[in-house]
């Protein structure tokens, strides 16, 4: 039986790694520099900085999407969605879509004017996904950032 539920300190080690399996779907396997123990002090230390959900099968999570709070200086509070991952062997399940809907159901319940997240544009398969929730994609802002670490 699947269950959709809060994530707890405890699923950390299976969240970190659902995120290497995407960093290696995104053809990016060696990217994930992140320790466990920032992980576990970002997300349940004394100052959180992200939330998630996860998907659980028979006591073994196989899914999670992993969010933070976001300010628009135009729209407010926004809820964004750093990543959502079906672990391979239970994609086409939808799970993707019990994870996203819950997320959606979070961020309205707590008054948020708004989600975003990202996609590659080479992943068809997510794109056309989240062209089901009738998601705005934008084609005119660039991706910038600066790595302090690495």
């Keep these: 039986m699947l269950k959709i539920r809060k994530a707890q300190q405890e699923d950390c080690p299976a969240l970190l790694q659902l995120i290497h399996q995407l960093a290696a779907y995104e053809k990016e396997p060696d990217a994930v520099t992140v320790s466990m123990k920032e992980f576990v002090d970002s997300g349940f230390g004394a100052q959180p900085v992200w939330g998630a959900f996860v998907a659980e099968r028979d006591n073994k999570i ?8 976001r300010y628009s200086t135009w729209k407010g509070r926004r809820l964004y969605l750093e990543d959502l991952i079906v672990t391979a062997s239970e994609r086409g399940a939808g799970i993707g879509k019990m994870l996203l809907d819950k997320t959606i159901d979070f961020a ?13 544009d080479w992943n068809e398969p997510a794109i056309n996904f989240y062209k089901k929730y009738k998601a705005d994609f934008d084609s005119e802002w660039v991706n910038v950032s600066l790595n302090f670490r690495d």
Excluded: P, T
């Excluded at 196989?62 to 709070?69: E, N, Q, S």
């Excluded at 309205?108 to 590659?120: C, F, N, P, R, T």
């Design 62 to 69: 196989v899914g999670m999407a992993l969010y933070y709070i």
């Design 108 to 120: 309205k319940a707590e008054g948020y004017s708004g989600m975003m997240w990202q996609v590659l």
